[in-house]
């Protein structure tokens, strides 16, 4: 599957964003989806996860209660709304698949797109 990352931008701290990432091929709701995070000069993190059917999400501490994950199968899309932005959110933001189930080790996930550049402004 391709992955294809969309909707990063500059914001100023407390703006939202909604990242979407489209999936190629028609097995995308058989995928377990996350959303990593790399800032500068810093290792890539996990920020959250959406299952298979979308009924459950898991998110790091850094973000619960500000980001939320979403997916339509139907579109092959997930979707990342971020909320009260900070200037510590700052980073490239990648969306990946895993078939492993609410799993948070990059290791874990097998494809993923190109990133998308989120830059919070203080």
């Known amino acids: 599957v391709q992955l294809q990352a969309s909707g990063g931008g500059l914001v100023q701290a407390g703006g939202s964003l909604r990242l979407s990432c489209a999936a190629s091929?028609?097995?995308?709701?058989?995928?377990?989806m996350g959303w990593f995070r790399q800032a500068p000069g810093k290792e890539r993190e996990f920020v959250g996860y959406i299952s298979r059917s979308g009924r459950t999400t898991y998110y790091a501490d850094s973000v619960k209660g500000r980001f939320t994950i979403s997916r339509d199968n139907a579109k092959s899309t997930v979707y990342l709304q971020m909320n009260s932005l900070k200037p510590e959110d700052t980073a490239v933001y990648y969306c990946?698949?895993?078939?492993?189930?609410?799993?948070?080790?990059?290791?874990?996930?097998?494809?993923w797109g190109q990133g998308t550049l989120v830059t919070v402004s203080s």
């Open positions: 990946a698949t895993t078939q492993r189930v609410g799993v948070m080790a990059e290791q874990q996930y097998d494809s």
């Open positions: 091929g028609r097995t995308f709701s058989s995928y377990g």
